[in-house]
């Protein structure tokens, strides 16, 4: 007694499952997300700079966020440091979203290709935007 | 041979520990300890049976005059028993050494050995697999846990795989499923070619080949034990049964172990089995040729159980039966279940086993057209078509051991408990952990039950007296029921070795002395000539 | 030694990702054409030891019965530890896979003076085992929102349970907690009882230290060392679209992430891991115990030379007839 035919389902499905990223995208493109800088208020700039470098937005910008807001809830500190020495205002809503005022194809563009859902949302008021 | 002692029970138990040598288990060579194996096989016996190799040889020995290309011999063998089940090879590439069944062997238990932890057991010959049949195991050897194959470790493989009741208890456990008794098959089968037997399997394999049984009765001797045993009957009963043999045209063949009619206490057994039949007016017929429901060429190796089981089918057809009863046995029982169909099968020539007495189709065998007397037992009492007085037996406080076997080998457990509760008035049942399918065996199955390693029975055997002995403490239990021709005979040396003063029973004992006869004088004793309760002063 | 060849093995892997992304710049090498090898090798691996498998057959119907058989219809069948029909076998091999049934028996053997013996239950083992097992497999499913461009509601679905408590930033996955904690008890299991260090081999720490690399050096990824995320999923989609990219600015930590990763795939053909494959295969687990009603077949069976009754009452003739025993030949 082989039970070939059990066997051959069995290795199906473990190919179905392993295998399945390959298949799945076959012939897909991928398309990186390229987060969008260019509003006006950012077009008007002199320097067009974040609190902190790229990369460590990039990479830490939860974490930061995170901080801030304990910074803010449980200190009642308004005042970020930044690694240079200069001072921004702690805000989600007139530091953050002033220049990135749009969410939709700034934070969402990245979020989305993560699938990443971060909580800022539950407590902060979505930015109305015009475009949807 | 020499006659070899047996430490007294408490210096046994004073020195058992489970601890771990020094050295790993690679670099410790197994010591071939007196009073824990077997004589060598005798080259007559191996002889007659046409195994190769055959000679006379000594385990205890330096030199086991092996043949030239032992090594060749032994891995040739290892590739077709690879190629042969499917078993062997899972069993020897997927185990992940969780040590789940480390602690659920009888000989660990009983021992402290290392080596007779299940996964160490199978490990002995997983590492020459390794080495020899694996990639990684060819390119890294030791570091994949490969070693190759030398005489010492042929030594060791011996000793441990004659060290194995195939209970299948691991198997439970193994989230795997793996089974050591298959692999000590495999283990035995591989020895077999090298001619590495022991006397006490190759002995009964020889008589049960050329005389159909184990025991080398030949067609008198078994008339005449069974003639004994009628006598007794009648001194107990007033009633003279007269069974039959090799009777042409009878309806049931009747198959049980040959030890059933040799000694004490399975005579009592057999003389139940009769008295029942009697009772029923039962169509049923002994056979000489078939005179063997055990089988130990299962403990050598495939091809020989086959053969030596081929006698039961053989004889039915010859004697034209409807279908056979099979008496109390255990490995018989694993191998009537789960062999016999598939090796000498389809058995298209007898009908589905259909009890005469009540009409009940067994459903359960109708393919193999073989029931296990404990069904049928059963059956009998479900419907009423016994007269039973069970007060008989109230002189035992009972307890029931499941064989491995029938327990893990073929899920028969409620049967005899239903007959027990029935002819009995006090039973009692052991912890939970050694009865079931979770049951320890008797520690000398698969033809372990010689004399000269009688220090490894009763190490094997400590866990089930062990658990006796709680009830006997604990309920006054004093008598060890089982459905198994092996444990009769060796569950009564452990009991008397950890246990004394509790006695062991056939299930159908226990019935004969319960069941009302038609035309039975009043009884004065049971079937051991003791004094029935409340007739001591006669 | 057999402890310290295995670690020290696991070390060299993450030192060999390191110098080679970090100090040599081959990115594509590791982080390319490896991945790819060892999945290659991988999937037919498994395959080739799988059907290998298969190739011997299953001479007998072999299970290991584990409650009451199917008997008269006023006995109870334990249906599921001792089926008798297909359905009941799945029903077993369900709880086996899923839920480690046979583990779940497991006791501890005691040993006291008497002698006395005694068997208490012992879960460890089945609750270390679980959790280390569906860890990471549903680790392994979390992974996909970096193989599939959109991510599929199920596991976006299994992500927000893993992190439900919103414990920091990136939110704490459960199951990261879990599978460290379940892997690392099991290598202490081995080192601490002495019976369970004597049987271990190499071959089964080197995995678990393996796992425990690949388990730490993504965590670190994601908690304390981040890397570019969108470049890792860019390159990942790369992979799997057999468009391999090499994007700038990823830590080497996913390097090295990725390389044991790698090793563990490629490993796993040639080990005991191999057991996500035989645990169905085993016949004392997946057949029903039905051989009795139905006859199993082995393709092998051949003729054996057997002692036919002719030849007995040949032998013992003059004896069976003296003892009136019926004979076929005068």
Not at chain 1, 84 to 108: A, P, R, V
Not at chain 2, 164 to 172: A, D, I, K, P, Y
Request: aromatic share 12%; net charge neutral.
């Amino acid at each position: 007694m082989y039970n070939s035919g059990k066997i051959i389902a069995g290795l199906v499905v473990f190919l179905a499952f392993f295998a399945f990223p390959f298949y799945y995208n076959l012939g897909k493109a991928n398309a990186r997300p390229e987060p969008k800088l260019n509003t006006p208020v950012i077009q008007q700039l002199a320097e067009k700079k974040c609190v902190e470098s790229r990369d460590f937005m990039r990479s830490e910008h939860m974490q930061l966020l995170n901080d801030w807001r304990d910074s803010v809830v449980r200190d009642g500190n308004r005042i970020y440091v930044n690694a240079e020495g200069k001072k921004h205002t702690i805000s989600l809503q007139n530091t953050c979203m002033n220049c990135h005022s749009n969410k939709k194809e700034f934070c969402d563009s990245c979020h989305n290709y993560m699938a990443v859902k971060p909580y800022c949302w539950s407590c902060h008021i979505q930015p109305k935007e015009d475009k949807s | 041979m020499a006659k070899v002692n047996t430490p007294k029970p408490a210096e046994l138990a004073e020195a058992l520990e489970y601890t771990t040598p020094q050295t790993e288990w690679m670099e410790t060579p197994a010591v071939i300890k007196p009073g824990t194996f077997c004589w060598g096989a005798k080259g007559k016996n191996l002889g007659i049976v046409e195994f190769p190799n055959a000679r006379d040889w000594n385990p205890s020995e330096e030199d086991w005059k092996l043949p030239e290309n032992w090594q060749e011999i032994f891995f040739t063998g290892m590739k077709n028993l690879l190629d042969k089940y499917r078993s062997f090879k899972v069993f020897m590439d997927i185990c992940v050494r969780c040590g789940a069944c480390a602690d659920k062997c009888h000989f660990f238990i009983g021992s402290g050995d290392p080596k007779n932890m299940p996964v160490l057991r199978a490990e002995l010959l997983r590492s020459v697999y390794r080495n020899d049949f694996t990639l990684a195991g060819k390119i890294l050897g030791k570091i994949a846990g490969a070693r190759p194959l030398t005489v010492d470790v042929l030594k060791e493989l011996w000793y441990y795989f004659y060290q194995c009741t195939e209970c299948r208890r691991c198997s439970l456990f193994c989230p795997y499923g793996i089974d050591t008794a298959e692999i000590t098959m495999m283990g035995r089968e591989l020895t077999n070619l090298l001619g590495l037997n022991t006397d006490w399997i190759s002995g009964p394999v020889a008589n049960c080949y050329m005389k159909g049984n184990h025991l080398g009765l030949e067609p008198h001797a078994i008339m005449n034990s069974i003639e004994g045993m009628v006598d007794d009957i009648e001194t107990i009963t007033g009633i003279r049964i007269n069974p039959s043999f090799n009777r042409k045209g009878a309806e049931i063949l009747f198959v049980t172990p040959s030890g059933d009619l040799f000694a004490d206490p399975g005579t009592y057994t057999a003389m139940g089995y009769m008295m029942l039949f009697h009772e029923l007016g039962l169509d049923y017929t002994w056979s000489t040729y078939a005179s063997e429901g055990g089988n130990f060429g299962f403990f050598s190796s495939n091809e020989m159980a086959k053969r030596l089981n081929s006698k039961i089918y053989a004889e039915a057809k010859r004697l034209g039966v409807k279908y056979i009863i099979g008496g109390e046995c255990g490995h018989m029982w694993r191998v009537l279940t789960q062999y016999m169909d598939t090796w000498n099968g389809p058995a298209d020539f007898m009908e589905v086993p259909v009890s005469p007495i009540t009409g009940t189709r067994f459903e359960n065998s109708k393919s193999t057209k073989m029931i296990h007397i404990t069904e049928f037992t059963a059956d009998l009492i479900k419907n009423n078509k016994l007269k039973l007085d069970p007060s008989r037996n109230d002189d035992l406080v009972i307890t029931y051991h499941d064989s491995c076997n029938t327990a893990r080998g073929m899920g028969l457990m409620d049967e005899p408990r239903y007959i027990i509760n029935n002819v009995c008035n006090n039973f009692h049942e052991m912890p939970e952990n050694t009865i079931r399918e979770q049951t320890f065996c008797c520690g000398s199955g698969t033809g372990l039950n010689a004399s000269e390693n009688m220090e490894l029975r009763m190490r094997g055997g400590l866990p089930r007296a062990n658990a006796v002995k709680f009830v006997k403490e604990k309920h006054g239990v004093n008598m060890l029921a089982n459905i198994c021709a092996i444990d009769r005979a060796t569950l009564s040396a452990s009991m008397d070795y950890w246990v004394p003063g509790v006695k062991v029973t056939g299930v159908h004992e226990l019935v004969a002395n319960a069941l009302i006869m038609t035309g039975e004088k009043e009884r004065e004793t049971n079937l051991r000539g003791d004094a029935l309760p409340g007739k001591e002063g006669n | 030694m057999k402890i310290v060849l295995p670690l020290v093995a696991v070390i060299m892997l993450v030192v060999l990702a390191f110098a080679g992304v970090q100090v040599a710049g081959m990115q594509f090498l590791f982080g390319v054409l490896i991945p790819y090898l060892a999945i290659a090798f991988f999937i037919a691996g498994f395959i080739y030891r799988v059907i290998k498998w298969g190739m011997s057959p299953v001479p007998f119907c072999i299970p290991t019965t584990a409650g009451q058989m199917k008997s008269f219809p006023w006995i109870k069948q334990n249906k599921l530890d001792n089926p008798s029909s297909t359905m009941g076998v799945v029903g077993r091999m369900a709880l086996e896979v899923l839920v480690f049934r046979s583990l779940f028996r497991n006791t501890k053997t005691e040993l006291r003076e008497g002698p006395q013996l005694s068997y208490g239950s012992e879960k460890f083992l089945w609750i270390a085992g679980l959790a280390f097992h569906w860890s990471f497999l549903i680790i392994f499913i979390r992974h996909f929102r970096f193989f599939m461009l959109e991510t599929p509601f199920v596991i976006q679905m299994i992500e927000g349970l893993d992190s439900f408590l919103q414990i920091g930033a990136p939110l704490l996955y459960l199951t990261d907690v879990v599978l460290l904690g379940a892997v690392t008890f099991l290598v202490f299991r081995r080192l601490a009882m002495p019976l369970i260090k004597y049987i271990s081999l190499p071959a089964d720490y080197f995995p678990l230290f393996l796992i425990l690399g690949i388990a730490t050096s993504g965590i670190l990824m994601r908690y304390f060392m981040k890397v570019h995320i969108v470049g890792v999923k860019e390159m990942v989609l790369g992979l799997v679209s057999f468009n391999p990219v090499v994007p700038e600015g990823i830590g080497v930590i996913f390097y090295i992430h990725l390389f044991l990763v790698s090793t563990l795939l490629a490993y796993f053909p040639l080990s005991k891991l191999m057991h996500m494959g035989g645990v169905f295969m085993s016949p004392t687990r997946n057949m029903a115990n039905n051989s009795r009603e139905v006859r199993h077949v082995n393709p092998w069976n051949y003729p054996v030379h057997v002692h036919t009754y002719d030849e007995y009452e040949d032998e013992f003739r003059e004896k069976m007839k003296k003892a009136g025993l019926p004979v076929e030949k005068e």
